[in-house]
């Protein structure tokens, strides 16, 4: 079978350095496959380039076996590619419950009707409301967004993404800059989701990382050193010397 | 019903009575220029489409005051005064000089959508000021006052206030409907977040270009009326000046909520015209008036009110 996401020798360039140097690697459907690497090893470049906010400068990267590498951002998003961003984004002016409906609106026919009221729309409206309980924010339908707090903020992406019934979801540091109780809620919510999607994982919270993924892939420099079970990369001595050796308990 | 709806039925329900109310008053003059600023709420309103819900601060809206102005001025001056062929004509003109120009100006952000689109609206400005055989830079009279499969909907002053308020209401009904459709629920996330609506699958520039297309179709609606009420056409409407005007009426009122730019448009007609009465130098307490008036009504007049409940 075809995996879910498939990233073949991808390299980005800015002036001399190397960002991604041939990164390769697979997503199978169903898999939870996480990206470590420390600060600098080009994980947000590589979600850039996965997400089509960046063209690589050469490789390919295949959604369900379909070359994506030259769609735009909204054209893979329509082909069922969800990211949630390092840093929150969301419309702040919306309720909740209208950001999600709109990730619902954006699958479900066309978009350029003028007159109908979209607020009535009920088959829009039921199916945002289910992605939001989904994601643990039921009852904050008619909350402003920009008034939810920072980790309910990080749910509210959660459930726009899982509105747009992806194949694959990226989750660049979904847990970036929450409290300890918003992230365990969010590490709940994700552990939740395994299984049903295929996710691409980036995480600097390495407890985090190693509880929930199935794979784990570590940049370096970005090169891809390696890949494997959680248990495979904690024997890695390549992986040990580069990466994990200086931090204590990982 | 939300404030802006409520505080729109209470402005129209003011407005029906006024023109009785300023000939008992021995003023009729006044209901000709309560008419002129409910012609630059259309404009403003049609402004507030791209402005207020779209972000995209367009420094030549005026153009499409003229392009309607020119369309009805062109016409009659060739003994076309039916306003079943006039209006299409500058609804069509307005529609594809929108298209050309948006589908350049929606390519950039910020200052520089602002300096494009102020560069296309001069570039109106002038080719309508090099057109000798319709005035130039005088402008000209117009020919005959437009009609309607031959009525005369703006025989007189009454008729003609009632026409304009008529069609101001339907305007403000159908950007309503608009503003709150699947389409104006696209519009409104490309203002608030254009990233995040790439990113569950919405590519906005064509959402831009429709939203940029009906606004400055229904800113030529303005222009028919405008060169009726003048009874003049003249370059001068398309200047930058009157578009810098327009956004004013529309911050004034009140960005984004179609209730603002009504009430930013009359409040701006008429103080204009109160002050320009009171001294030949009203544009220096005018100006400073707009600047408090921005300062200290957050969400413009329409934000005064929302502030005082």
Same mark, same amino acid.
């Not at chain 1, 960002?19 to 041939?22: E, L, Q, R």
């Not at chain 1, 643990?136 to 939810?148: C, I, K, V, W």
């Not at chain 1, 540091?173 to 929450?178: F, I, K, Q, R």
């Given at each position: 079978m075809t995996p879910a996401l498939s990233v073949r020798g991808l390299t980005k360039s800015f002036d001399a350095l190397k $960002?991604? =140097? !041939?990164i390769s690697f697979d997503v199978a459907w169903g898999e939870l496959h996480a990206i470590i690497g420390p600060n600098g090893a080009g994980k947000t470049t590589l979600i850039h380039q996965l997400s089509g906010s960046l063209a690589p400068d050469a490789g390919r990267i295949l959604l369900g076996g379909h070359d994506?590498? %030259? #769609?735009?951002m909204a054209a893979r998003a329509r082909r069922g590619l969800a990211r949630s961003f390092q840093i929150t984004s969301i419309l702040a002016g919306l309720t909740a419950l209208e950001n999600v409906a709109l990730a619902v609106q954006a699958r479900s026919?066309?978009?350029? +009707?003028? #007159? +109908?009221? $979209? /607020? %009535? @729309?009920s088959a829009l409206n039921d199916q945002a409301a289910e992605a939001l309980a989904a994601a !643990? #924010? /039921?009852?904050? @339908? =008619? %909350?402003?967004? !920009?008034?939810?707090s920072h980790g309910e903020k990080r749910q509210l992406e959660i459930a726009i993404a899982l509105a747009m019934q992806p194949k694959v979801l990226l989750l660049d @540091?979904? #847990?970036?800059?929450?409290g300890h109780r918003e992230s365990a809620a969010l590490l709940d919510l994700i552990a939740g989701l395994k299984g049903r999607l295929s996710i691409v994982l980036i995480e600097h919270d390495m407890e985090a990382v190693f509880a929930l993924a199935d794979r784990i892939s570590v940049l370096v420099y970005g090169r891809l050193i390696a890949t494997g079970t959680p248990d495979a990369i904690r024997a890695d001595a390549q992986v040990r010397a580069a990466y994990l050796g200086d931090e204590e308990g990982a | 019903m939300r404030l802006s709806d409520r505080a729109m039925l209470v402005t129209f329900a003011v407005l029906l009575p006024m023109p009785a109310l300023f000939s008992a008053m021995g003023e009729p003059f006044l209901t000709v220029v309560l008419t002129r600023a409910l012609i630059f709420a259309i404009a403003a309103l049609s402004l507030d489409l791209i402005l207020g819900f779209g972000a995209m601060v367009s420094f030549g809206h005026a153009a499409y005051l003229g392009i309607g102005a020119y369309a009805a001025g062109i016409l009659a001056a060739n003994g076309v005064t039916g306003l079943e062929v006039q209006l299409p004509v500058a609804l069509a003109a307005a529609g594809a000089f929108a298209l050309v120009t948006g589908a350049i100006s929606l390519r950039t952000r910020g200052v520089h959508f602002i300096m494009i689109t102020l560069a296309f609206g001069q570039m109106a400005y002038f080719l309508m000021s090099s057109l000798s055989a319709y005035g130039g830079d005088d402008g000209m009279a117009l020919a005959g006052r437009s009609t309607l499969f031959g009525a005369d909907p703006f025989g007189s002053s009454l008729r003609f206030f009632y026409v304009t308020l008529a069609l101001l209401a339907g305007i403000w009904a159908l950007l309503r409907a608009v503003t709150r459709s699947r389409f104006g629920r696209v519009l409104t996330g490309t203002r608030e977040n254009e990233t995040r609506m790439q990113a569950i699958g919405f590519s906005p520039f064509g959402y831009r270009l429709t939203a940029y297309a009906i606004s400055g179709m229904i800113a030529s609606v303005a222009g028919v009326l405008l060169a009726n009420h003048a009874a003049f056409v003249s370059p001068s409407y398309m200047g930058w000046a009157r578009s810098g005007e327009m956004i004013a009426m529309v911050v004034l009122g009140g960005m984004g909520t179609l209730t603002g730019p009504v009430l930013g448009a009359i409040a701006f007609i008429l103080s204009e015209e109160a002050l320009a009465r009171l001294t030949t130098h009203w544009r220096l307490p005018f100006g400073a008036a707009v600047v408090l008036a921005v300062l200290f009504t957050r969400g413009g007049l329409l934000g005064a009110l929302r502030g005082r409940r």
């Open positions: $960002v991604s =140097d !041939g994506i590498t %030259r #769609l735009s026919g066309s978009s350029f +009707r003028f #007159l +109908r009221q $979209v /607020a %009535r @729309e !643990g #924010l /039921a009852g904050a @339908e =008619d %909350r402003s967004a !920009g008034t939810l @540091e979904p #847990l970036a800059g929450t | -």
